[in-house]
């Protein structure tokens, strides 16, 4: 029962960063109805900036802020200078261009930095504090939680309260509607782009401590399981996304506790082939959401 | 391929025009195959060992851009997952080989049997991705083999007894028959056992597109509710579609395996995938002779990458950082500015060629034929 607590706990903790990336990829299909295959990518570009920045200030949060800059920098400039260009008549398309893109970000970083792991330190402890006899959370867990709660919390706020969230949501829904009432929509979408690159560049600060270290190839599961979890959620609506990325951190934690570490890319893959299969629009779309 | 969903007045699926040739398909790809195989022969003799080897691992990459080709530019299904598929082929051709020298087997006769099987193994795999990905679309789909790709070479390191981790497995090959002499050079038999085997793929691959089943490809690739209503089993024809080119990855990926006489998961990761699909895209998406360019581009790219680190002076740390991440760097933004400015990709541009200088010469069509189309 401690150590079913235990998973539980810890599988939130994961959760909580799966669920911030699946958000980033859901922020960026409801904005241009594009998955963005090279988020992975781009979140470890931003992980890149925070190692550098921080191994010449000496400071962990001056690379944190400086990963969130450069995440939101990046994600404007790969719409402005790139998806903008590309023909988006065929779904493949930007896909294509976001796969050149994994290629490139890795093969740059690979160029600047190394293909070597990087030891990247976490900000505060590891290790579970305990609480009456039971190992529960560790200050880390506890950051990752509090910081993806107020990102989501933020989010929501942006959408649903102010008007810049309500004109890329119009943006996004009717773009021609919302061009004939003076909507920047190529504009809204960039800013779109940026806001989930941003939030991807926080799901890799949080996440890459917690991996073997730095590395070009560090997001590449992290990728396919925030896919999975947006998947669950049904990528089209961001509280999906969360709770997807709770549920995915959840099963994994499971797997790896009772089963083997070993086994959580299997499990990832059955997860998402029995969703595909099963409930191919996601748990949060109604049944007749897509046809054809 | 970006007019896919983009002129579709819902096309009739005809044939291409066949032009004024009455010669049967089979009999002229046959013809282009021979001719192919003898070019291959003579070319063999000219060139050094280590080219020899290099054109082998061209043909092993056919196999799977071609059949790539056929999946992304005919059917219109993009598959990241062609690498993982590789790795079932190539990993069973070590198990089967491994297999047969239990037994006593070393004659380089049996290894036919090995790449069948690695063939038969992969269309199963190809089987079962391919009823799921049938269901899904766009994004989906690549996002479902874009798990597959990370998850199969992560999944060595799970089934460690049987296929030894991240080491991976040697894969016994027979020498080069005695009958040859000695002086021989092994790696120009290794191309005479690749060669074949690419060209093989070629003819089949070439002629089902030319068939029924490529006009029923390419129907459900320009407009799926139009191919349903000509009476096209939609669903039916992508799960084909995909078993197909699973089979010819599964027969790169083996092929691959007997060249460098190992298979570990390193070899077959993501970035594999990632290279299978630029080639096709570079290549020219939906064009069997793109495929070739693709593989071309494949092997030739980190050699080029090679040559022009050796040419700058360059710290050693430096120099390695360059040369493994200049081909994936060139490939990366290749595949961008070709996906903007010519998705016709090289053979789409040779084609153009090819017409303009026709247009300009029509007395002579015979001096520019096309190049072999679809």
């Not at chain 1, 150590?3 to 904005?31: E, K, N, P, Q, Y």
């Not at chain 2, 000509?230 to 092929?255: D, K, N, P």
């Not at chain 2, 077959?268 to 290549?283: C, E, K």
Request: aromatic share 6%; proline share 6%; net charge positive.
């Amino acid at each position: 029962m401690d150590r079913f607590l235990f998973l539980t706990l810890d599988g939130l903790s994961r959760g909580a960063v799966h669920a911030a990336f699946a958000l980033a990829l859901v922020l960026i299909w409801r904005a241009g109805r594009i998955v963005n295959f090279a988020q992975g990518a781009m979140a470890v570009a931003a992980a890149y900036v925070a190692y550098a920045v921080t191994a010449a200030t000496g400071s962990y949060w001056a690379g944190f802020v400086a990963a969130l800059v450069a995440g939101v920098l990046l994600g404007a400039l790969v719409d402005v200078a790139v998806m903008r260009l590309v023909d988006h008549r065929s779904p493949l398309n930007p896909v294509i261009v976001a796969l050149g893109l994994v290629l490139l970000i890795q093969a740059v970083l690979g160029m600047i930095h190394g293909n070597e792991y990087l030891p990247v330190q976490a900000p505060f402890s590891r290790t579970a504090l305990t609480a009456g006899g039971l190992a529960v959370l560790s200050p880390y867990d506890l950051f990752v939680l509090a910081t993806v709660g107020v990102v989501g919390a933020t989010l929501v706020w942006i959408f649903t309260r102010t008007a810049v969230g309500l004109r890329m949501r119009a943006a996004a829904f009717a773009p021609e509607v919302s061009r004939l009432l003076g909507v920047d929509v190529a504009g809204m979408r960039t800013l779109g782009w940026a806001l989930a690159s941003g939030v991807g560049a926080l799901a890799g600060m949080l996440v890459v401590p917690t991996e073997l270290g730095l590395h070009p190839h560090a997001m590449d599961l992290v990728f396919v399981t925030a896919f999975t979890a947006a998947v669950v959620g049904g990528l089209d609506s961001p509280p999906g996304a969360v709770v997807g990325g709770l549920g995915v951190g959840l099963l994994l934690s499971y797997v790896s506790g009772y089963a083997g570490g070993d086994l959580i890319p299997l499990a990832v893959l059955a997860l998402l082939l029995a969703v595909m299969l099963l409930r191919p629009g996601g748990l949060f779309a109604p049944v007749n959401a897509r046809r054809v | 391929m970006s007019a896919t969903r983009v002129a579709s007045p819902p096309r009739p699926a005809v044939d291409p025009p066949a032009g004024p040739r009455s010669v049967p398909t089979l009999l002229r790809h046959l013809a282009v195959a021979l001719v192919a195989a003898l070019a291959v022969l003579v070319l063999s003799y000219q060139l050094d060992p280590f080219r020899n080897f290099q054109l082998a691992t061209v043909a092993a990459y056919v196999c799977a851009t071609a059949g790539l080709t056929v999946l992304t530019g005919l059917c219109g299904q993009l598959s990241l997952g062609h690498g993982a598929l590789m790795a079932v082929g190539a990993y069973t051709v070590a198990l089967c080989q491994h297999a047969l020298v239990d037994r006593g087997l070393t004659s380089g006769a049996l290894l036919p049997v090995s790449l069948g099987v690695a063939v038969l193994v992969t269309v199963l795999v190809g089987a079962v991705v391919g009823v799921a990905a049938a269901r899904l679309r766009g994004p989906y789909l690549a996002g479902l083999t874009l798990a597959v790709a990370v998850v199969v070479p992560a999944s060595a390191v799970t089934f460690d007894g049987l296929l030894n981790g991240e080491q991976g497995l040697t894969v016994p090959t027979a020498p080069a028959p005695a009958a040859l002499g000695s002086a021989f050079p092994y790696e120009r038999w290794q191309l005479w056992l690749a060669a074949p085997a690419a060209l093989l793929c070629l003819v089949l691959l070439a002629n089902l597109v030319r068939s029924r089943y490529g006009r029923a490809f390419r129907a459900v690739r320009d407009d799926e509710v139009a191919a349903r209503l000509a009476g096209i089993h939609v669903a039916r024809t992508q799960v084909v579609a995909f078993v197909v080119s699973a089979a010819a990855a599964g027969l790169g990926g083996a092929l691959l395996a007997v060249l460098a006489q190992s298979v570990s998961p390193g070899a077959f990761g993501l970035t594999l995938s990632l290279f299978l699909v630029m080639a096709v895209v570079i290549g020219g998406l939906g064009r069997l002779a793109g495929a070739v360019w693709g593989a071309v581009a494949l092997v030739a790219l980190p050699d080029l990458a090679h040559s022009v680190t050796d040419l700058l002076t360059l710290a050693p740390t430096t120099a390695r950082r360059l040369e493994g991440n200049l081909p994936l760097a060139i490939f990366g933004s290749t595949l961008i500015v070709v996906m903007i400015a010519a998705p016709g990709g090289v053979q789409g541009a040779l084609s153009r060629l090819g017409r303009a200088l026709r247009k300009r010469r029509p007395t002579h069509p015979t001096h520019h034929p096309a190049p072999p189309d679809r």
